[in-house]
């Protein structure tokens, strides 16, 4: 069966902003700023035809309120990203056209995090036999790995479940589990004081889930007393680190065939009058 390949939108999209940000690309008469949207067709068809040029493409982005359901489990998720610089977010319509332009399936769930929905993807593919290749930078992704299920990442880099122990001495299942102890800047997730990635693989070594944590006697001295205190808390961030790969899609973008090689980016722009 054809592959998929899954591409995290919001992150390509701002990757392909700020990558360029010594040198901008602009419409002709110098008003449209199009460095967002030819970055992202530049580097989507640079990774199909390099690294996965036999599977169908499909691109996911978040939603209008997508962080809001995990906001209600805690207020502080995301939430210094309001003080971010969102100017990329300028080219999403561009950007949307243009995978239009070149026959390319995008999904968004207003209510969704592109995260969940590439989750949900992946489950639904790899229960009907095929294998998924997932493009992101977005570390919460790794615990997608699985033996037909790998992360691509922007060194274009394969990252396997054997990737991940290796590097991180835990499993993609225990990833949730171990941001949870770790913290996750990029979400705001603080983590509990003290505990670093060796200490928090240590705690988990052998395939321990947060569940049996407390019961394991492992949470000695001055770091297990501030894990304990911090309980609670800890297993909210778990939840909402972990990925919902049931979402209700309202019907599977992908057509289970394998996507025709993408157009250039400037010939995609030329075609929408953009330049």
Known sequence: MTPLLTVDGHHLLYRSWWGFSQRRITSRDGDRDLTGVFGFLAILRKT??????????VVVFDGENAAATRQTRDAGYKADRADADHSAIRSLPMVKDGLDAAGIAWLELDDHEGDDVLATLARTAV????????????????????PRVTILNPA??????????????????????????????????????????????????????????????RLSGSRGQAIADTWTRVLTWRDIIRLDQHLPLGGDPATGNPTPAMPRAAAILEDLKLW
């Open 48 to 57: 199909h035809l390099e690294m996965a040029p036999d599977h169908e493409i």
């Open 127 to 146: 229960d009907s036999g095929r294998t998924v290749t997932c493009y992101t930078g977005d570390r919460d992704l790794l615990q997608l790995a699985a």
């Open 156 to 217: 274009r880099h394969r990252i396997t479940p054997t990737d991940v122990l290796t590097r991180h001495r835990v499993t993609p299942a225990q990833w949730p589990d171990f941001r949870a102890l770790t913290g996750d800047p990029s979400d705001n997730i603080p983590g509990v004081r003290g505990v670093g990635p060796k200490t928090a693989a240590d705690l988990l070594a052998g395939g321990l889930h947060l569940d049996h944590l407390l019961g394991s006697g």
